[in-house]
Each structure stands twice: as structure tokens, then as C-alpha cells.
């Protein structure tokens, strides 16, 4: 009889039975009346007993259940359970017993065990498993998210370390070490320098001036009728290109001297800032331990003399008027020294490194007036240059039939500022432009000039490293959102194999009634 089914839909079970008489037509009421009794009864439960309960369920299923665990808990205890007469010892086994019995009653327990079937096989069922199946759906979502995170974490890392080495700093203390790198500044000038020092630039320069010299010579022959008549000169351009020729007579820089200079400027450093410390350390003299001080044999002496600070005024003077005056000001002894101390630490290397460098042995090329008008000149000329080989490529405005007409230096002027020469000219002035125009000269040299722009700097590094950052802690959030999916889940799929296996108990229970009802239909 077991492997027979009563081919009956759970959600049609109640009214078959009120059909066929099984139910009264008020079995709700009835039905409602029982819950809130099993309800009332629950307070009185131990909070172990609750818990074990599924949800909020008050019908037959779960009075079965307590009356399970109240008999495993009397048994616990090494109490007898039931009398000798079959009836229950605990007064609370009683009343539950009687709640059973209460169910039997009318058939209750049928039109609770057929309600409770429909709603897990129809609702509650069916929502666990679409909730499992979405939080999975979003733990491979989170998962996703937290590889991305972390991807982009390291993609920031990397770039923080690639401008960290790009720029030369460690990236602790970025400011600081940002101007720290203003010792690599002479180099980097003397690079440009040594560009200038070039023999292809000095042949460019004096192509120039040769150039334009030969251009006036001629330009004054073709217009000499003309402005004579008009009673006027013809004035021609010299270049001068002083800047330039500044750079190229000025001596190389002396590393060496630069470097010794450096060294004492450090001990010198060093050396005011233990004066400094050891002068806050001593102890204030008092004013009249200045005037008067006693002798090892008990006299006092007088030195005749009052010393005096800034504007010629004596200290005795000073202290005799700050004792008139109340400024109303006192000092926290308690106060936390070891900011103080940090602060101090820090403002010694600040100092200090503005000290060495506002002391330091300069470039020629730290001028910016000088530096601006070398750019110029090497600036006009690359466009002499550039335009020299435009006249060649499309052909000799002044022709070789000029230069034929003059001396023999005229036609050494036509050899030299033929394509190859003017090329390698061009070439080396080039040269010198680049270098001038390094990245890294100009960021040194914003760093000198522009405090604003070390913090900015400064800022955009570290910016870097807090994305990083922030990327880390977006993953910690999305693990702990995906723990708690999982927990969530881990739960859902316990209620689920709970609510599965009561919904088999309960069909088994209501098939093996039925068909006690109902023997002719079992066939």
C-alpha cells in the first residue's frame, strides 16, 4: 500500500476532504483558534526548544516536534516520562499533549497538514531554490568584482612605483624626496652645456653670422642705386647670439668643488642645529645671574656691561618691562612631547635641505634669463638652418653664379653652408635644443622655483599609492558581502532540505490517512 498514491493536488486536499465530510466548513476558525493556543504555549518553552522550531510554524508538524524534544529533554534529566498509566509526569508534557489531542480532533491535523503542504510545495520550495540560485548568481557577480579590484589594485602599484622610479624618489616621504633630487640638477645643466660646447655648434654660429653678413654685402649692392637716390641707408641684421656665446665661454662646472662645498655645508648644518638644541637645553638665566655672578671664593663679580639684543636694548631693560606686563599666557607641562619632537625632527631636515640648497655651488645655466635666451638662440639658429636646407632643396635664391663673382672667402662661404655641413649644424643645435627641453631638467627646475608645484607633484604620486588603497579596501568589503552571501545561503539550503524532507513526511502522513478514509480508493 505504501507504493500507492492518492493522485489528489495538495492545494485541493481541504476542500476534497470538506466535500466528502472529512471537515467542517469552519475548520478555519477552528484552525486559527488552535494556532494562537500553540502560540501561548511556545512562551513557556525553553529558548533551545524555539529555536529548533521552523519559522514561524505553529501547526500539527511542529507540536510533534516539541512534544519530541520536551520528552528527549525529560529523559536528559533521568525523570520517567509517563506514568504508569501511559500518561505524561511534566505538567507542560500535559498541556502539549492536550494540544495534540486537540488536533485530532475534527480532523484538524489533516486540514493543517494539507494547508502547510501547499505552501511549502507551492511557495516556499520554489522561492529557496530561486533565492539560492541568485545568490550564487551574485557570489560569481562579487568574485568577479573582487579579481577586478584586485587587478586594479596591482595596476596601481605599479604605476605608484613606476613614477617612484621614473622620478627617482623611494615614495615615503615624496615631498622631501622630490627636492631632494635638485643635487642631479648641475649634471643635467651641464649636459645642455657640454651640447653647446660642440664643435658643430660653433661652425653653425659662425655660419650664421658669415650668412648674414654675405646676405647684407649683397642686398646692400642690389639696393645701393635705389636708396641713394631716396637718400636713405640700407641697414642689414648681425646676429648676436650672446647667450650662447655666454654658455660656450663659460668653464665646465667643478663637480668636485661643488661636491666639497656640499660636504661642509652639511657639517655645517649639523653643527647649528647642536647649537640650537643645546642652547633650548640649557636652562634660561635669570636676569640678575647676568649682571652678578658669584666667584668659587664667594665674591661676586662685576663684568660692567649690559647685554644687549636686537635695537640696543639690554636685556636688564628688557626683563625690567616684561615684568610689568601681564601677557596672560601658560604653558602645558603635560603636553605630549613626542610631536613636539617630530615636528622638530622634521623641520631640521626641511631647513636644512633649503639651507643647502640656497647654499650650494650654482650652474651657470640656474640663470632663467640665461637659460630663456639660450632657448632663443638656438631656437633662431635651428630656423636658419631649417631654412638654409629649403633654399638648397629648392634651389639657390642667390645662385652659384654670385658666389663665383667674389673673393675666394665667399666661395668658402658657399662650400660651408652647402647640405652636409648645414646638416650636421643642424643636427648638433638639435641636439642642444633636446636636452634643454629634457623632462627631467624641467621638473627639477619647476621643483626650485615653484613650491606649489612639489606639493602638486607630490600629491599626484601619492594619489596613486591612495588608489591602491582604496581598491584594497573595496576588496575587503566585497569579501565580507560575499561571506554574508554565503552564510545566507548556507542557511537558505538548510531550511530548503528542512522544508523538503516535511513536505515528504507530511505527504507519506496524509497518503497512509487517506487511504484509511478512503479504502476503495486504493483499489
Partial sequence: MSNIHVDIPCTQINSWLCNRGKLKKKWQSDLRALQARVKEAMKALDVNIQEQIEGDGLGYSEVLNVLKALESQQEASGEAVKTMFGGYNSDLLKSWDEIRKAFLQDNLYLADSGRTLAQKVKYDIPRMRKLIQESGRQISDLSRKVSDKRQQSKDWRDKFKAKCEELGVQGVDVPSELRSTLSGLPAALEVVSKCCHETAVGEAMALYRDYTNFLNSYMREQRDGKESSEGKSFKGYTPT????????????YDFKAAAKASENLSREVENGWSIVE?????AKPEASDVKGVKASSGEEIDWDFDVEEQGGVSEEKGNAEDADNDWD??????????HQASGKNGAKDNAGCDFKQSRRQKHILENEMLRNGLANNLLELSCFLKHRLTELEDGDPIGAGQYSRRDQANLELARRSSLVPVTRCLKAVDACLEALKDSG?????????SERYVTRLA???LQLDRNANKA?????????????????VDKITESLSRAEKTSKELQEMLETTLMKMFPEAAG
Fill in 472 to 488: 584594497l579596501e573595496a576588496i575587503t568589503k566585497l569579501e565580507a558581502r560575499q561571506q554574508t552571501v554565503r552564510n545566507s
Fill in 278 to 282: 643645546s642652547k633650548e637645553a640649557a
Fill in 441 to 449: 631638467l624641467e621638473r627639477m627646475l619647476l621643483i626650485q622655483n
Fill in 241 to 252: 647670439l650672446a647667450e650662447l656665446t655666454t654658455v660656450r665661454e663659460a668653464p665646465a
Fill in 459 to 461: 600629491d599626484s604620486i
Fill in 329 to 338: 599666557i601658560t604653558v602645558d607641562e603635560t603636553a605630549d612631547t613626542s
